[in-house]
């Protein structure tokens, strides 16, 4: 057996001895992608390719902490239904022994390639970076085809995570960095034939002026209408107000991609999520035209140890896929229409008149929920609350048209927030709900908030109160459960 075959085999084995054990936990997700065991963290590769969507993940399995990262495979044909299929890629070379860090995957000739950064430490914990290459012909197998670029002049060996494209004939490649004055970046690459590859420099970073913390991770480029969205996770950036306020952030700027130049010219940066578990997003572009993202539902350095499924050998998830859109210059989430197939019937009340009271959600909700909720006639409304399980509080000022999102925290007694200003007011919102997490999207998809929960019970109720008078329209329905 040779090192590759040998950290597979090791891989599945813990998948089986720990099988019973990770199925048993009452905080197991029913609808999200999770591991099979371990430790799942950045969406990677998210690619559809002959008319199957494949999901890459980074994966630990022998701990429900970092290490050498393995790429785990999900596959679907609907974006609802996953089916695991054998590893991608195992820690196996020179060039990635410490870890098959974070990429994506192109189509090209009738191969899948995967395009990923490959660490390597010494015994003193000296780190060496190497952007790598593999194959595939059936997208389930994939030779692996060594090192592509090595690390550059004028950057750290924190220069990871490639994220490759197409445009008007040439492929390009960005790659999250760090620059020897320990400033964060983006640098563009770009190749005739994905494997002899040109470095073109910094095209967004402290050389544009652009000064966000000391690292980025995870850069993504693409189109969005007329646009073009650069998509990265910053780290080291500092708390201000409501902004900031997680471990590590993700978000975008929006703008024009200048290619001649090798120049992103582009917006301030925005949160793309603003709850307390999201991080590393990735997109592709479907069939069906849709620009399409999975995030993952943690952030790394940020309350992970804490997590209640470290008991039953497995931690994080993925969000749900969410697709993408422009709306005056501000990117739009909405949950992606297959996800209505998990429906059951649902359960509507209509025209609830709230003034200055509490209304109870006749049922029980179920641990798999979806929920939807409309306001009318705001204008007397001086603020709305939801309350859903034991451990979760929406909030709405309208004065200060500050939205809040109030949890348990995962270590102390007390409740934390996250919150967001709502340029024109409240007027809808969707939930998503699961085991131990919750999305909640706003106003159509305006802002978005990710969390993951730990609820003592698996159903709960729910209940909306006001100050003032508003009318509220609420329907939920059962998600079905794998």
């Not at 969507?53 to 609802?80: C, E, I, N, R």
């Amino acid at each position: 057996m040779n090192r590759d075959e040998e950290l597979r085999y090791k891989a599945y084995q813990e998948i089986e001895l720990h099988k019973d054990i990770v199925e048993r936990d009452p905080h197991r997700q029913h609808y999200h992608v999770v591991p099979p065991v371990g430790l799942l963290n950045d969406p990677n590769g998210f690619i559809q390719w002959k008319g199957t969507y494949h999901l890459f993940f980074q994966w630990m399995p022998f701990d429900t902490t970092h290490g050498a990262k393995y790429w785990g495979h999900y596959s679907s044909t609907d974006l609802v239904n996953w089916s695991l299929e054998p590893i991608a890629l195992a820690p196996s070379n020179w060039y990635d022994k410490n870890g098959c860090y974070s990429g994506s995957a192109v189509a090209h000739n009738g191969k899948m390639k995967l395009f990923y950064t490959g660490n390597v430490k010494d015994e003193q914990n000296n780190r060496e970076t190497y952007q790598c290459l593999a194959t595939s012909e059936d997208g389930i197998e994939f030779s692996k085809q060594g090192v592509v670029i090595e690390l550059p002049e004028g950057y750290t060996a924190h220069f990871r995570d490639p994220k490759v494209w197409q445009h008007e004939g040439s492929w390009y490649m960005v790659i999250g960095a760090q620059t020897t004055e320990e400033e964060g970046c983006v640098v563009l690459y770009e190749s005739p034939d994905l494997e002899k590859w040109e470095c073109k420099g910094q095209i967004a970073g402290p050389a544009h002026g652009d000064n966000l913390g000391y690292m980025w991770e995870c850069p993504d480029m693409f189109a969005l209408e007329d646009k073009d969205v650069l998509l990265f996770s910053p780290q080291g950036v500092k708390a201000d107000g409501v902004l900031y306020n997680n471990a590590h952030q993700s978000g975008y700027m929006v703008g024009q991609m200048d290619y001649h130049h090798s120049r992103f010219h582009g917006s301030s940066f925005v949160e793309i999520d603003r709850g307390f578990d999201f991080y590393a997003p990735q997109t592709t572009l479907d069939d069906h035209g849709r620009r399409i993202m999975f995030g993952w539902m943690s952030v790394p350095d940020d309350q992970e140890a804490h997590h209640p499924t470290i008991n039953y050998r497995w931690i994080h998830c993925m969000t749900v896929p969410r697709e993408l859109q422009l709306c005056n210059s501000k990117v739009y989430q909405t949950p992606i229409e297959e996800l209505k197939q998990l429906r059951e019937e649902p359960t509507t009340i209509a025209n609830i008149n709230l003034a200055n009271q509490q209304y109870v959600w006749p049922s029980e909700l179920d641990c798999a929920s979806e929920i939807e909720i409309g306001l009318n006639n705001t204008e007397e409304m001086t603020s709305f609350e939801l309350e859903l399980f034991d451990c979760i509080t929406l909030s709405y000022n309208q004065h200060d048209r500050e939205f809040s999102l109030y949890r348990n925290s995962l270590i102390h007694d007390e409740k934390e927030s996250r919150s967001c200003h709502l340029s024109s007011g409240l007027q809808s919102m969707r939930l998503f709900v699961d085991a131990s997490s919750i999305e909640v999207f706003v106003n159509d998809g305006e802002e978005v908030f990710s969390a993951r929960i730990f609820p003592s019970h698996t159903n709960q109720d729910m209940a909306v109160r006001s100050e003032g008078t508003v009318n509220v329209d609420i329907t939920s329905w059962t998600l079905k459960q794998e």
